[in-house]
């Protein structure tokens, strides 16, 4: 269809658009302009992506009513070829975007989350110097993520993929006066990078097998692949290593803390709901691949499960509140890492959607709060901003309760989800991911009263924040919490909708079902309940009442110190990795740079000068000499004619 | 008119070319050999006029006219440049006082 | 007739020897007049005619002449050059000996051309040349003029003496070349 193809290319072009006029208008934009135009361009994407969600639903509903009999796939999954972009030999990789039930869904998140964040933005950026370059960036970013989940081959998923890691490397890195957020961005980049090579090695390995990259041929064509070889095994877990760097997971999720450093929309775009799902996005996408592959599951169940908790335990010793956020996005996509481990695929994609309106909201709540304070992050110094921030507070709230899996709000319905698998799989499992839950509401809610409640202990003046940072603030929490009608179980009278939905785009999901019988979920649904009000009990108790900053010299006991210093990961890093990089890299300058390659460049220039010198001490000027050299020179010249005829 | 012919193929081509390359190699020794100027714009006739020989020879031997039109160019080049070179030669003599080919040696590194 | 082509040969040789290695250049003029003179004999007894006789008038006639001019203008009837050194020397003779050595070489197995067999002696006779002259080569002829034009605006500005005056140290302005020869 004409129009879906426009409309596919359009979604992306609009921030692709936006991103080069700002970009290149940088010196001259003033104001706000930037920001107005960066998020027209994104609410554009979002309309366009909306008319083809709604085609799409359209279609499909039509097919499954027996009409639109023309070409029966047409609904599921349509591509629109862009252009023959490689094509060598036998190699032939087209420019195409797959616009699915899976790409659509991602496409609305990324696009109508962002939108709001944009608008955001326009408020939260509106001082800094160089607003306008952090506009294109987002809006850059946007296109790389729009390519990333539009992608009709991995190849050009692969783009999207680099694109995004550029685009964080040069938010995270956005006010680079700063070398300690210099040095956080290089971190993300070269995290990222070592996962990207995992990506890369199974790009070059599901071509050498399958002979294309395309989406839709190679599940087709992975029917013929025998469960359990070592190929796909090998293959899937280096599809995993790119997603362990992208989504941050256990051990390349060091990053994700120290990319805080950002600009606070940034973390909420970047590090909360888009970019870091990519790895979830891929893994879904290429499910047909993973269920052959029982021990690749495995590991990402493991992976992401171990991820999950030590980070929530560190989440709980943090005192600055993006750091909080950070910790606690990096647990819950281990949550959703355990979803795809157990074969939920659906139920990973509905945590995706529901953690991208919550934890936007919380990141750009806090954002608030940090404005509201003047640049104060560190909640030892806050309190009391219930009665000041009410809006923000509100909808901080909403987000809190959403996160924490309070029933009724969306993150209940999707972790709920979650842990009915987790609980299928071994009762073990339910207990580890409770655990989990439970330490997200403890230090969610420790958080939400050291910030809000209490007294003010600091000493900034707050105030509320403009409107246009309130307006997304308050659709974000709306969202967050009917957020959970998109997937309501059957249980408590829903139709499941988005696995539906989904089933048709992953064949991973198809092939989803739950086995529990109705008691058992209700059971388990009554102690997940049950032991998150507790822990709110608990928590309330010990934070709400503060009214003094704690004596900085608190004496921990040495498990609490270890999760404190976040179970001493980062410095492990340093000395196995950094220092001897380092070290090798100043060989390495002394030796090949400074002695080889320099000595080489300067040696042949010394000799050129040298020669010339030499040589030029034929000119004598003296005519005599002339006109001998022209005598040698003519009969050198016979003689050679003479000797070649 | 076939007498003229016999009479300058009796001597063969051979002897001519081993005359011109004599005078022509004479006077490349020369204009090496001397340092007055003069001398050596001379020894430069010299080998033109080796050159005319050679040509006139080939012309009279093989019956074409255009041997020997090319030498009466050959003639008037020759009489252009020895007006400008002896010219040059007398602002030479104004300039550094003497006609010593090796005074003009400026043009150096 | 081989005897008058020897001869003939003798005499330019020996002439041409001779301007090389005299010392006054007027006498290497009178060699050199003489070279020519029998090299216009070897024109002769070629049959070519018309370049014997335009070679006397235009080389010893005026070319040698103008020489003589220049030479008694400039007042060099002495031999008052340093001679080049010893080494020197002997390289430029060995050098003209070597190319002579390697034109002699590339004809040693001879010039490889075949004469035509039937042909007109008559070439070298004033008209042959003329109706050549005036219909092959007519433009390089006209041309020629044009290049005598320039010989002769170039030697005229080269030999007009420079009259601008030329402030040296001391103010005082002195012409060039004034007092240079008397």
Redesign the interface.
């Known amino acids: 269809m004409v129009k879906t193809d426009l409309l596919a290319m359009l979604v992306p072009a609009f921030p692709l658009v936006g991103a080069i006029v700002i970009a290149s208008l940088r010196g001259k934009l003033k104001g706000n302009t930037a920001g107005i135009l960066a998020t027209a361009m994104v609410v554009l994407s979002f309309l366009c992506s909306g008319v083809l969600f709604v085609g799409h639903e359209v279609v499909n509903a039509l097919h499954a009513a027996g009409m639109h009999q023309e070409s029966p796939p047409e609904g599921a999954m349509h591509v629109v070829k862009l252009f023959n972009w490689i094509s060598v030999g036998s190699m032939h990789i087209p420019f195409a975007f797959q616009i699915d039930a899976l790409s659509l869904t991602m496409m609305l998140i990324v696009t109508g989350v962002g939108s709001l964040i944009h608008l955001y933005s326009i408020g939260y950026m509106h001082d800094d110097k160089r607003v306008n370059t952090f506009f294109s960036l987002l809006n850059l970013f946007s296109f790389a993520m729009l390519m990333l989940v539009m992608g009709g081959n991995f190849l050009v998923t692969f783009i999207g993929w680099e694109g995004v890691g550029l685009c964080s490397y040069l938010l995270i890195g956005f006010w680079y006066t700063v070398p300690a957020y210099n040095y956080a961005a290089r971190k993300a980049f070269v995290m990222n990078r070592i996962g990207d090579l995992g990506f890369l090695i199974a790009l070059v390995m599901i071509m050498q097998q399958f002979g294309t990259l395309d989406y839709g041929t190679v599940m087709d064509k992975s029917a013929g692949i025998s469960t359990g070889s070592p190929w796909i095994t090998t293959v899937t877990l280096l599809l995993f290593v790119g997603a362990i760097g992208k989504s941050a997971q256990l051990p390349l999720f060091t990053w994700l803390p120290d990319a805080m450093a950002g600009p606070t929309p940034v973390s909420a775009l970047i590090h909360a709901a888009t970019m870091v799902t990519a790895g979830i996005f891929l893994l879904v996408r290429s499910s047909s691949l993973f269920v052959l592959a029982p021990i690749t599951m495995d590991v990402v169940l493991t992976v992401g499960l171990v991820t999950a908790l030590i980070t929530a335990t560190i989440g709980v010793f943090q005192n600055d509140i993006k750091k909080v956020l950070a910790y606690s996005t990096v647990s819950q996509l281990g949550l959703m890492f355990v979803a795809l481990g157990l074969g939920a695929f659906s139920s990973a994609m509905f945590h995706v959607t529901t953690h991208a309106f919550f934890k936007a909201l919380l990141f750009l709540g806090a954002g608030s709060v940090i404005h509201a304070l003047g640049g104060e992050q560190d909640i030892r110094k806050m309190g009391g901003l219930k009665g000041v921030t009410k809006i923000t507070y509100f909808t901080f709230l909403m987000g809190t309760l959403a996160i924490a899996g309070i029933p009724g709000f969306s993150g209940f319905f999707s972790k709920d989800a979650i842990l009915m698998a987790a609980y299928e799989k071994h009762p073990l499992l339910y207990a580890a991911t409770l655990g989990v839950s439970l330490l997200t509401v403890f230090y969610m809610f420790r958080l939400l009263f050291l910030t809000f409640f209490g007294t003010y202990r600091g000493k900034a003046h707050p105030h509320e924040s403009p409107r246009v940072m309130t307006v997304p603030l308050i659709i974000l929490a709306v969202l967050s919490v009917v957020g959970g009608v998109l997937n309501l179980p059957h249980l408590l009278g829903g139709h499941e909708t988005m696995k539906h939905y989904l089933g048709t785009a992953a064949d991973g999901i198809a092939g989803e079902h739950m086995h529990l019988a109705p008691a058992t979920e209700w059971m388990l649904m009554g102690i997940t309940v049950g032991s998150i009000a507790l822990v709110i009990w608990l928590a309330y108790n010990r934070f709400a009442k503060k009214t003094t900053l704690d004596p900085e010299a608190e004496e921990l006991s040495f498990f609490k110190r270890l999760i404190a210093r976040k179970w001493y990961i980062d410095e492990l890093y340093a000395a196995l990795f950094e220092k001897p990089y380092g070290w090798l890299s100043a060989q390495l300058d002394a030796i090949m740079e400074k002695r080889v390659i320099d000595g080489a460049v300067n040696f042949t220039g010394n000799t050129t000068l040298r020669l010339g010198k030499v040589l030029r001490r034929v000119q004598t000027g003296n005519m005599s000499f002339y006109l001998f050299a022209m005598v040698v020179g003519i009969i050198g010249f016979l003689l050679l004619t003479i000797w070649s005829a | 008119?076939?007498d003229?012919?016999t009479?300058?193929?009796?001597?063969p081509?051979?002897?001519?070319?081993?005359?011109s390359?004599?005078?022509?190699?004479?006077?490349?020794?020369?204009?090496?050999?001397?340092?007055?100027t003069?001398?050596i714009?001379?020894?430069l006739?010299?080998m033109f006029?080796s050159v005319?020989?050679l040509l006139?020879?080939f012309?009279?031997?093989?019956?074409?006219?255009?041997g020997?039109?090319f030498?009466?160019?050959i003639?008037?080049?020759?009489?252009?440049?020895?007006?400008?070179g002896?010219?040059?030669?007398?602002?030479m003599?104004?300039n550094v006082?003497s006609?010593?080919?090796?005074q003009?040696?400026?043009?150096?590194? | 007739m081989q005897v008058l082509f020897y001869i003939f040969a003798a005499i330019s040789i020996l002439s041409a020897l001779f301007v090389v290695a005299a010392k006054s250049p007027i006498n290497s003029v009178i060699a050199l007049i003489v070279c020519f003179l029998s090299i216009a004999g070897h024109y002769i007894l070629l049959n070519a005619q018309f370049l014997a006789v335009v070679h006397i008038i235009v080389y010893t006639g005026a070319i040698m002449v103008l020489f003589l001019f220049v030479i008694m203008l400039l007042n060099l009837n002495k031999s008052t050059e340093p001679q080049k050194s010893l080494a020197t020397r002997v390289a430029a003779v060995i050098a003209g000996g070597v190319f002579l050595l390697t034109l002699l070489g590339a004809i040693k197995d001879g010039i490889g051309i075949a004469p035509p067999a039937a042909y007109d002696g008559s070439v070298g006779l004033v008209k042959s040349v003329g109706v050549s002259l005036f219909t092959d080569y007519l433009l390089p002829f006209e041309v020629s003029s044009v290049l005598f034009l320039s010989a002769m605006i170039g030697a005229v500005m080269l030999g007009k003496k420079d009259t601008s005056p030329q402030p040296l140290s001391g103010g005082k302005v002195l012409t060039k070349g004034a007092g240079t020869n008397a």
Request: some cysteine.
């Open positions: 008119m076939n003229i012919v009479v300058i193929r009796s001597v081509l051979e002897h001519y070319v081993f005359l390359f004599t005078l022509f190699s004479i006077g490349l020794a020369g204009a090496l050999f001397r340092r007055n003069i001398i714009l001379m020894c006739e010299l006029n005319n020989l006139a020879a012309s009279a031997h093989h019956g074409d006219p255009g020997q039109v030498v009466f160019f003639m008037l080049v020759a009489a252009a440049e020895v007006t400008v002896l010219a040059i030669l007398v602002m003599k104004r006082d006609i010593d080919i090796n003009l040696n400026r043009l150096k590194w």
